[in-house]
């Protein structure tokens, strides 16, 4: 779904940007680990915060990293994930043999860091192309279910403009599913098209 | 995530000690990186005092910084981003220690790192939390170890559950657990093969189904009755159930188990129906075993490896004489004793080797009552399944009967049954032995030959049997005059001979002395009579110079003669001169005898049958033959003085005595109208007498004889060597009637070529062809071949020599004509009537 004010040409350039913060977060987490993956963007969605959750896969526990964006109207960045893909990747990146049910500790705080990576990233990206976003509070992890999670997490003023960027991480031979969403319209504040040669 | 956020105005406000106590690392930076903050935990992890690294960069004061921290710091100051640095991905992003430890430096301090960009007055900066991460990650090792050995004993658990429903299914005998209800609430596959039900048939009924009455109501009832307190251990044979109604022999094996809280029920049932019928099979074998062994007559031992006995029969409880209780589980050696030659008793020898041993007869068993019994040991050795050897059989025979017949038979081979004394044969034995212990001991010994005078007398008089015990009487008193080393023996008739042992001349002059005179003295009573006897001795000594046996034999006889020469009772010593004396004596002795036998008649016409065995309608005939009658009266059969007969040219007269004899007879006691023949031998003297020949057709003529009923027997080798007398003297009679066989023919060494000469009606095969044919192939077919030369030339075959039946059956299937021998009849005297035996 397309917002009014999206128009291809930044919708295009909104992507591109996403994905080249997806790679660099992928790079970056590599040199740090002893496995690989993979970040790719799949499409993007857009909407009001709470249908892009319904979009969501309902019947499992969702793993969310949620930064606030400074200033505030700048709404929340999440990255999520399932709790069994989560763990999937952790323990391909991190190695291990011995895999726990639930997540311990180190490794929230290990996933934690992964979201805030790819959060980061994107924001760094998105800050040259874009104005207005001072920085991001520090990550903290949550654990939900879709329709809980909308509700749990702190929602901006204005939930209406949300975007919902679907990615696939690939590693160990597979394509698991992750989500990035941005509460407020991040494509309005792309620069004109004279910074890519194009009229805005 | 640390317990504390302090912000930048309370890090200013308030006192360095309680930025020093929040229990993490603080260090702030100012827009340029710089350090404007370090706290007292990061002195004290870090090894750097606040002074050391205040004004400067983190990459200045430590070389090795990680590129994600400068990466995050860079994101603080340029962008506001905050980031965090988790202890899992990095472990250590800043050089920091664990100081809990003395050792310098210590051990690398795992640390997570939170860095926040802050604003200072309006100056950009950010703020580093450092917390220490050993307790979380030692939390989640200790986790995931646990983990770990949960996983593996739930891993363990569920392969041996899996397992053990393999066994369970698979397993030959069946396998049903039981609620404490006593409900069926598993059936292995075992039990559904077994018993015919599918599982979903049976779960939740009771297990009744499975077994007939009254077992189901007795397993029912002990599991209702179970009352937990101990452990259920049930084992019975009973009968099981199938699904079509079929029963089987089971085994039912019922245990309890607690699981948890609840009480269950384990049930094997075995099918044993192929058991049983084994074990009765067994049974059976056993029971006929045991009766077997107890009926035969030989003693059955079984032994251990160890020669324990095991098993006893009551034949050898008999044997021994003990009873079974004395003897099992005792070592055989101690309890039964065996006298024997072999040094190891059979049993333990058969055992070492593994082999059967079979000791030779003649071992002595000595019962518990002391009696003995000589006995046949045979060992075996018996095995396990594989090959083992595991103890033995010991088989007891008591061969003391034919033991005792065997020296009772090897007594009377070497002993005279009447007196008792040594036989002749024996003595020769022991005078051979004498005499080569003289010529390798240089030892001197002395025959004595002794000969009663006057034993006729008591024998005519008072017959056999008075002699007989005049015998015995004689030679109690030799044996009284005697040693125990010497050899006492009779020789036959009224002879005896003595070896005195190791005796020199002048003592055994005496010993036979002292014999002469105490039968000189001897007064023999026998109803109402008595009689004095003498005895002539003669004695020879035996030395290292003694000739052969033979000769020795000789001289002791020579010397015997002498003395009788010499007047009767009394001692001779031998001298070279009494052999040949006593040789002359001997050829003169029968050269007067047989005339005076012929003068004074003492010769007896004896006939036997010769029977036909071919064709029924054959006469009988019967060989007559001749026995001279002794002064004695003792019958001396021909053999005895038809050589010297012969020497003397007085064979002639001897066949004439017989024929005339014989003519004789038939005349006064023969029905000429009964078919016989009667075959007369004729020596070669006969054949070559033309006056012979002449009396005897003159004979033929006086008592009116039926020529045809008369064969005359020569033999092959008299009519060979007076050829063309005898086919004169043949011819001669043949024209009036007689018949001619040949006799002993087959022995000589021509005798196909003269058959064609000599004119003969029979062939008499040699006896000695015949006595052997049933054994012997080649006497067989001798016998065979003669029969077919007589049957090509029309001759009649006569066999001697037939001893039995076997040989009478052989000779009629080859088809010979007639038969003669002991196994036919034996000789006997001519009647005075004329009756004969009848065709047999």
Same mark, same amino acid.
């Given at each position: 779904?397309?917002?009014?004010?999206?128009?291809?040409?930044?919708?295009?350039?909104?992507?591109?940007?996403?994905?080249?913060?997806?790679?660099?977060?992928?790079?970056?987490?590599?040199?740090?680990?002893?496995?690989?993956?993979?970040?790719?963007?799949?499409?993007?969605?857009?909407?009001?915060?709470?249908?892009?959750?319904? @979009?969501?896969?309902?019947?499992?526990?969702?793993?969310?990293?949620?930064?606030?964006? #400074?200033?505030?109207?700048?709404?929340?960045?999440?990255?999520?994930?399932?709790?069994?893909?989560?763990?999937?990747?952790?323990?391909?990146?991190?190695?291990?043999? !011995?895999?726990?049910?639930?997540?311990? &500790?180190?490794?929230?705080?290990?996933?934690?860091?992964?979201?805030?990576?790819?959060?980061?990233?994107?924001?760094?990206?998105?800050?040259?192309?874009?104005?207005?976003?001072?920085?991001?509070?520090?990550?903290?992890?949550?654990?939900?279910?879709?329709?809980?999670?909308? @509700?749990?997490?702190?929602?901006?003023?204005?939930?209406?403009?949300?975007?919902?960027?679907?990615?696939?991480?690939?590693?160990?031979?597979?394509?698991? #599913?992750?989500?990035?969403?941005?509460?407020?319209?991040?494509?309005?504040?792309?620069?004109?098209?004279?910074?890519?040669?194009?009229?805005? | 995530?640390?317990?504390?956020?302090?912000?930048?105005?309370?890090?200013?406000?308030?006192?360095?000690?309680?930025?020093?106590?929040?229990?993490?690392?603080?260090?702030?930076?100012?827009?340029?990186?710089?350090?404007?903050?370090?706290?007292?935990?990061?002195?004290?992890?870090?090894?750097?005092? /606040?002074?050391?690294?205040?004004?400067?960069?983190?990459?200045?004061?430590?070389?090795?910084?990680?590129?994600?921290?400068?990466?995050?710091?860079?994101?603080?100051?340029?962008?506001?981003?905050?980031?965090?640095?988790?202890?899992?991905?990095?472990?250590?992003?800043?050089?920091?220690?664990?100081?809990? =430890?003395?050792?310098?430096?210590? %051990?690398?301090?795992?640390?997570?790192?939170?860095?926040?960009?802050?604003?200072?007055?309006?100056?950009?900066?950010?703020?580093?939390?450092?917390?220490?991460?050993?307790?979380?990650?030692?939390?989640?090792?200790?986790?995931?170890?646990?983990?770990?050995?949960?996983?593996?004993?739930?891993?363990?658990?569920?392969?041996?559950?899996?397992?053990?429903?393999?066994?369970?299914?698979?397993?030959?005998?069946?396998?049903?657990?039981?609620?404490?209800?006593? #409900?069926?609430?598993?059936?292995?596959?075992?039990?559904?093969?077994?018993?015919?039900?599918?599982?979903?048939?049976?779960?939740?009924?009771?297990?009744?189904?499975?077994?007939?009455?009254?077992?189901?109501?007795?397993?029912?009832?002990?599991?209702?009755?179970?009352?937990?307190?101990?452990?259920? /251990?049930?084992?019975?044979?009973?009968?099981?159930?199938?699904?079509?109604?079929?029963?089987?022999?089971?085994?039912?094996?019922?245990?309890?188990?607690?699981?948890?809280?609840?009480?269950?029920?384990?049930?094997?049932?075995?099918?044993?129906?192929?058991?049983?019928?084994?074990?009765?099979?067994?049974?059976?074998?056993?029971?006929?075993? =045991?009766?077997?062994?107890?009926?035969?007559?030989?003693?059955?031992?079984?032994?251990?490896?160890?020669?324990?006995?095991?098993?006893?029969?009551?034949?050898?409880?008999?044997?021994?004489?003990?009873?079974? =209780?004395?003897?099992?589980?005792?070592?055989?050696?101690?309890?039964?004793?065996? &006298?024997?030659?072999?040094?190891?008793?059979?049993?333990?020898?058969?055992?070492?080797?593994?082999?059967?041993?079979?000791?030779?007869?003649?071992?002595?068993?000595?019962?518990?009552?002391?009696? =003995?019994?000589?006995?046949?040991?045979?060992?075996?050795?018996?095995?396990?399944? !594989?090959?083992?050897?595991?103890?033995?059989?010991?088989?007891?025979?008591?061969?003391?009967?034919?033991?005792?017949?065997?020296?009772?038979?090897?007594?009377?081979?070497?002993?005279?049954?009447?007196?008792?004394?040594?036989?002749?044969?024996?003595?020769?034995?022991?005078?051979?032995?004498?005499?080569?212990?003289?010529?390798?001991?240089?030892?001197?010994?002395?025959?004595?030959?002794?000969?009663?005078?006057?034993?006729?007398?008591?024998?005519?008089?008072?017959?056999?049997?008075?002699?007989?015990?005049?015998?015995?009487?004689?030679?109690?008193?030799?044996?009284?005059?005697?040693?125990?080393?010497?050899?006492?023996?009779?020789?036959?008739?009224?002879?005896?001979?003595?070896?005195?042992?190791?005796?020199?001349?002048?003592?055994?002059?005496?010993?036979?002395?002292?014999?002469?005179?105490?039968?000189?003295?001897?007064?023999?009573?026998? %109803?109402?009579?008595?009689?004095?006897?003498?005895?002539?001795?003669?004695?020879?000594?035996?030395?290292?110079?003694?000739?052969?046996?033979?000769?020795?034999? $000789?001289?002791?006889?020579?010397?015997?003669?002498?003395?009788?020469?010499?007047?009767?009772?009394?001692?001779?010593?031998?001298?070279?001169?009494?052999?040949?004396?006593? %040789?002359?004596?001997?050829?003169?002795?029968?050269?007067?005898?047989?005339?005076?036998?012929?003068?004074?008649?003492?010769?007896?016409?004896?006939?036997?049958?010769?029977?036909?065995?071919?064709?029924?309608?054959?006469?009988?005939?019967?060989?007559?033959?001749?026995?001279?009658?002794? &002064?004695?009266?003792?019958?001396?059969?021909?053999?005895?003085?038809?050589?010297?007969?012969?020497?003397?040219?007085?064979?002639? $007269?001897?066949?004439?005595?017989?024929?005339?004899?014989?003519?004789?007879?038939?005349?006064?006691?023969?029905?000429? #109208?009964?078919?016989?023949?009667?075959?007369?031998?004729?020596?070669?003297?006969?054949?070559?007498?033309?006056?012979?020949?002449?009396?005897?057709? %003159?004979?033929?003529?006086?008592?009116?004889?039926?020529?045809?009923?008369?064969?005359?027997? !020569? @033999?092959?080798?008299?009519?060979?060597?007076?050829?063309?007398?005898?086919?004169?003297?043949?011819?001669?009679?043949?024209?009036?009637?007689?018949?001619?066989?040949?006799?002993?023919?087959?022995?000589?060494?021509?005798?196909?070529?003269?058959?064609?000469?000599?004119?003969? /009606?029979?062939?008499?095969?040699?006896?000695?062809?015949?006595?052997?044919?049933? &054994?012997?192939?080649?006497?067989?077919?001798?016998?065979?071949?003669?029969?077919?030369?007589?049957?090509?030339?029309?001759?009649?075959?006569?066999?001697?020599?037939?001893?039995?039946?076997? !040989?009478?059956?052989?000779? $009629?299937?080859?088809?010979?004509?007639?038969?003669?021998?002991?196994?036919?009849?034996?000789?006997?005297?001519?009647?005075?009537?004329?009756?004969?035996?009848?065709?047999?």
């Amino acid at each position: 779904m397309s917002s009014p004010t999206a128009t291809p040409d930044r919708e295009h350039l909104f992507q591109q940007v996403t994905q080249l913060a997806l790679s660099e977060a992928g790079a970056l987490l590599s040199a740090s680990v002893p496995g690989e993956a993979g970040f790719h963007l799949q499409g993007c969605r857009h909407g009001d915060w709470d249908s892009l959750f319904d @979009t969501l896969p309902a019947e499992h526990d969702l793993l969310c990293v949620a930064q606030s964006l #400074r200033p505030a109207e700048r709404g929340t960045m999440l990255w999520f994930c399932t709790e069994g893909d989560a763990r999937d990747l952790l323990h391909h990146l991190l190695g291990e043999e !011995i895999r726990l049910e639930v997540l311990t &500790e180190m490794e929230e705080e290990a996933l934690t860091e992964i979201g805030n990576r790819i959060i980061n990233r994107c924001l760094e990206h998105h800050g040259q192309l874009t104005t207005g976003i001072d920085g991001a509070a520090p990550p903290r992890l949550w654990r939900e279910r879709p329709g809980a999670l909308s @509700t749990a997490l702190p929602r901006p003023a204005d939930s209406s403009l949300a975007t919902l960027a679907e990615l696939r991480i690939e590693h160990s031979g597979r394509g698991d #599913r992750a989500w990035l969403l941005w509460c407020g319209a991040p494509w309005q504040a792309i620069k004109t098209p004279a910074v890519h040669g194009r009229v805005s | 995530m640390p317990a504390v956020e302090p912000s930048v105005e309370a890090l200013r406000a308030e006192p360095h000690a309680l930025l020093d106590e929040v229990g993490m690392g603080l260090v702030l930076l100012d827009r340029h990186a710089r350090v404007r903050l370090w706290n007292r935990w990061m002195e004290r992890h870090s090894g750097l005092q /606040d002074t050391q690294v205040h004004g400067h960069t983190l990459a200045e004061r430590f070389a090795d910084l990680g590129e994600p921290l400068q990466q995050a710091i860079r994101d603080a100051l340029a962008s506001g981003l905050s980031s965090l640095l988790s202890a899992r991905l990095h472990r250590c992003s800043l050089p920091l220690f664990d100081t809990s =430890q003395d050792e310098a430096g210590g %051990q690398p301090l795992p640390h997570s790192i939170e860095v926040t960009p802050v604003n200072t007055d309006g100056e950009p900066g950010c703020l580093l939390r450092i917390s220490d991460a050993r307790q979380r990650i030692r939390h989640e090792q200790f986790l995931k170890r646990t983990l770990f050995e949960l996983e593996t004993v739930v891993a363990r658990s569920r392969e041996q559950e899996f397992q053990l429903k393999t066994v369970l299914d698979n397993t030959l005998d069946a396998v049903v657990i039981l609620n404490r209800m006593g #409900r069926i609430s598993s059936f292995y596959r075992s039990a559904q093969k077994m018993f015919g039900y599918d599982q979903y048939e049976v779960l939740g009924k009771p297990v009744g189904m499975l077994l007939p009455s009254p077992h189901n109501r007795r397993v029912e009832q002990m599991i209702h009755s179970d009352d937990g307190l101990a452990a259920l /251990d049930y084992l019975q044979t009973v009968k099981g159930l199938k699904k079509g109604g079929e029963l089987f022999h089971a085994e039912l094996a019922v245990s309890s188990i607690l699981k948890g809280e609840d009480r269950q029920y384990i049930v094997t049932i075995k099918d044993i129906t192929e058991r049983q019928a084994f074990e009765e099979a067994l049974y059976r074998e056993k029971e006929q075993a =045991q009766v077997t062994l107890s009926c035969i007559a030989d003693g059955v031992i079984t032994t251990d490896i160890i020669g324990q006995i095991t098993y006893i029969n009551p034949a050898a409880l008999k044997l021994t004489g003990y009873d079974e =209780q004395e003897l099992l589980g005792q070592r055989i050696d101690r309890v039964i004793t065996i &006298e024997s030659d072999n040094k190891q008793l059979p049993v333990f020898a058969c055992i070492e080797s593994g082999k059967q041993v079979d000791s030779v007869s003649g071992d002595v068993l000595i019962d518990k009552q002391g009696e =003995q019994r000589v006995i046949h040991q045979v060992a075996t050795p018996r095995h396990n399944a !594989i090959g083992d050897t595991i103890g033995a059989v010991l088989i007891l025979r008591d061969v003391s009967k034919s033991h005792r017949l065997a020296n009772r038979l090897s007594w009377q081979a070497t002993h005279d049954e009447l007196t008792g004394l040594v036989n002749r044969r024996e003595f020769e034995r022991r005078l051979e032995k004498v005499i080569d212990t003289a010529r390798e001991e240089g030892t001197e010994h002395c025959l004595c030959f002794m000969d009663l005078d006057k034993f006729k007398v008591v024998n005519d008089t008072c017959g056999h049997a008075a002699g007989d015990e005049l015998l015995r009487q004689l030679s109690d008193i030799f044996r009284s005059k005697i040693r125990g080393a010497d050899t006492l023996a009779r020789l036959g008739g009224d002879e005896f001979a003595i070896i005195l042992s190791e005796c020199e001349l002048g003592p055994a002059v005496n010993v036979a002395e002292n014999i002469r005179m105490a039968v000189e003295d001897f007064r023999f009573g026998w %109803q109402d009579q008595s009689f004095q006897v003498g005895i002539s001795v003669g004695l020879v000594m035996v030395d290292a110079h003694s000739p052969d046996m033979d000769e020795v034999f $000789k001289a002791a006889d020579s010397a015997c003669y002498a003395a009788k020469d010499a007047g009767r009772n009394r001692v001779h010593i031998y001298s070279p001169n009494d052999v040949e004396i006593s %040789q002359r004596r001997g050829e003169a002795h029968w050269l007067v005898r047989i005339q005076n036998a012929l003068d004074e008649d003492r010769f007896e016409l004896h006939y036997q049958p010769i029977v036909p065995i071919a064709d029924d309608r054959d006469p009988l005939h019967y060989e007559i033959l001749i026995r001279m009658v002794s &002064e004695d009266g003792e019958l001396i059969p021909p053999g005895a003085f038809i050589t010297s007969a012969e020497r003397y040219q007085l064979m002639s $007269k001897i066949d004439l005595w017989v024929i005339e004899r014989l003519f004789t007879w038939i005349e006064a006691h023969w029905d000429h #109208r009964a078919e016989a023949v009667f075959a007369i031998n004729l020596s070669g003297q006969s054949l070559a007498d033309e006056s012979l020949l002449y009396r005897v057709k %003159q004979l033929i003529d006086e008592h009116a004889i039926a020529a045809d009923h008369i064969c005359f027997e !020569i @033999t092959e080798t008299a009519a060979i060597s007076n050829l063309s007398q005898a086919q004169l003297f043949m011819d001669e009679l043949r024209e009036l009637g007689c018949r001619f066989a040949l006799d002993d023919f087959g022995s000589g060494l021509s005798s196909f070529a003269y058959l064609k000469s000599l004119r003969v /009606d029979y062939l008499k095969i040699d006896g000695a062809f015949v006595k052997d044919m049933v &054994e012997d192939d080649i006497d067989r077919a001798m016998v065979e071949s003669i029969h077919n030369i007589g049957s090509v030339l029309k001759l009649r075959t006569i066999a001697e020599f037939v001893e039995d039946d076997a !040989i009478l059956q052989a000779l $009629k299937e080859l088809g010979v004509d007639f038969a003669q021998g002991y196994g036919i009849a034996r000789p006997r005297a001519l009647p005075r009537e004329g009756e004969l035996l009848d065709r047999l």
